[in-house]
């Protein structure tokens, strides 16, 4: 088959070991972001199956009609929102889109980055580079409160690991994730108010749907401490569209740390977070680990590796399997 995996950025798929393993396959890598439909499709004009690197590029029915040799999709995880299933479907293209993530990246990196924040690491990197000495006061989490939003896979290991450091933790979500998080024997906030106006650092690990888009407001944000930081490593419209840089402009939260924004990738500094002083942001690395580019990639290949033996598996659009 020939083969097409868009949104590589660091050429890391053919350095994989799963890689090896579409040997009798022609495979083309496409390291950089192309937006227009028409000019995605010029590029995947040939291709009878696309590997999607987790949402980086939508899938339309505008970009789907545009390739007649398309046979199927392998999307790696199983979020496909991204992707027009009804359209595939229309062009008996098939969907498969399995599992493979792992929680523990995405978790450390939130640690990282609370622990950054907090004890202002990359400036004072930066001001040894610069032939500097220590500039800044840090802030230990001890002792203090770590709010999680909500307890799944990811929150619930950010929860012990700030209940490790000696941190309160209080959790909010919905009811069977705040059932949850009380069954693990981590406090739930009395209320929503509560949850934003008590927590010296807040942790966002919401998966981002329909429901949940923009549903941390501008109101919730400014109940936050003047000291406190929000931590996003999830999916940036989870936060009311430029609510979080309206609300650090006031003072509340006084801090954040993003991995993740409306428009992905972030080229030449063109983002208003990243001319915040009180802002850390890192370019969506919550998943780009070793082990989880093997788990998600490894999924993907045998999604591909299946389909071309007649056995489509993690199948999300079943009806087009009957389809010539």
């Known amino acids: 088959m020939k083969i097409a995996v868009i949104d590589d950025y660091q050429d890391a798929f053919r350095k ?25 499709a010029a590029r995947l004009k040939d291709a009878e199956a696309v590997v999607l690197t987790q949402q980086r590029s939508p899938f339309p ?7 007649p040799k398309l046979k199927m999709l392998s ?33 450390e990196l939130t640690w990282g980055l609370i622990l950054s924040a ?45 209940q490790a450091f ?3 933790v209080i959790c909010w979500g919905r009811e069977g994730s705040t059932a949850k998080a009380r069954e693990a024997g981590f406090e739930v906030a009395v209320s929503r108010e509560a949850f934003f106006e008590s927590a010296d650092v807040v942790c966002l690990h919401i998966p981002l749907n329909k429901e949940t888009r923009g549903i ?16 996003n490593t999830s999916r940036a419209p ?35 977070l990243l001319k915040m002083d009180n802002v850390i942001c890192t370019p969506h690395l919550g998943y780009v680990e070793q082990g989880t ?26 009806e087009v399997l009957g389809k010539k």
Not at 17 to 40: G, I, M, N, P, Q
Not at 139 to 144: C, D, P, R, T
């Open 16 to 40: 994989l070991d799963c890689y090896a393993r579409l040997k009798d396959h022609e495979v083309a890598v496409f390291h950089d972001t192309e937006k227009d439909a028409s000019k995605l």
């Open 61 to 67: 029915r505008a970009l789907v009609e545009q390739l």
């Open 75 to 107: 999307q790696t995880g199983r979020n496909a929102n991204h992707i027009d299933v009804a359209a595939c479907t229309d062009k008996g293209i098939v969907v498969s889109a399995g599992g493979g993530g792992i929680p523990n990246p995405t978790a």
């Open 118 to 162: 907090m004890r202002r690491i990359p400036q004072e990197v930066q001001r040894m580079k610069e032939g500097q000495w220590q500039g800044s006061v840090g802030v230990s989490v001890a002792g203090k409160t770590l709010g999680v939003y909500a307890f799944g896979k990811i929150g619930s290991l950010v929860a012990r690991i700030g």
């Open 166 to 168: 000696g941190m309160r």
């Open 216 to 231: 941390v407001t501008a109101q919730d944000l400014a109940r936050m401490k003047p000291t406190a930081l929000i931590v």
């Open 238 to 272: 989870l936060i009311a569209e430029g609510a979080l840089v309206e609300a650090l402009k006031k003072g509340r939260p006084g801090l954040a740390a993003v991995d993740v924004y409306e428009d992905e990738p972030v080229l030449n500094g063109n983002h208003p």
């Open 293 to 318: 580019y093997e788990s998600y990639f490894g999924t993907a290949i045998d999604q591909i590796l299946a389909f071309a033996a007649g056995k489509p598996i993690n199948v999300m659009n079943p």
